[in-house]
């Protein structure tokens, strides 16, 4: 019933953008704070971002602060991930995550999370 799809990955070139989208439906949407996480092969999920409820607090991970930009339309029950200047180690299925908290905060952290994306493939490949 709560849902949440992942869209937007594919192919780029190093350098390269993508907008990632996560559209939610069967909860209220402005309840819940998002975040992206990430897990290439063999390789552990580890956050990228987040954003708060209302959409007045985001965070970023180091790796990605000044490329990754989150932002959401809770009109439009969807968040939005645009990525700039895309690198090889940005390979990765992409996951949204929510959680229903209504502060002006979030947590890039995936113990805090309690639904689930089904992710979508970014290749960064020259």
């Known amino acids: 019933q709560l849902q949440l799809v992942e869209s937007g990955g594919g192919l780029v070139q190093p350098g390269g953008s993508l907008r990632l989208s996560c559209a939610a439906s069967?909860?209220?949407?402005?309840?819940?704070?998002i975040g992206w996480f990430r897990q290439a092969p063999g390789k552990e999920r580890e956050g990228v971002s987040c954003?708060?409820?209302?959409?007045?607090?985001?965070k970023y991970v180091d790796s990605v602060k000044g490329r990754f930009t989150i932002s959401r339309d809770n009109a439009k029950n969807t968040v939005y991930l645009q990525m700039n200047s895309l690198n090889p180690e940005d390979t990765a299925v992409y996951y949204c995550?929510?959680?229903?908290?209504?502060?002006?905060?979030?947590?890039?952290?995936?113990?805090?999370?309690?639904?689930w994306g089904q992710g979508t493939q970014v290749t960064v490949s020259s």
């Open positions: 069967g909860f209220t949407f402005g309840y819940y704070a």
């Open positions: 954003i708060s409820s209302s959409g007045g607090s985001t």
């Open positions: 995550a929510a959680v229903r908290f209504q502060a002006t905060m979030c947590f890039i952290a995936k113990s805090w999370y309690a639904y």
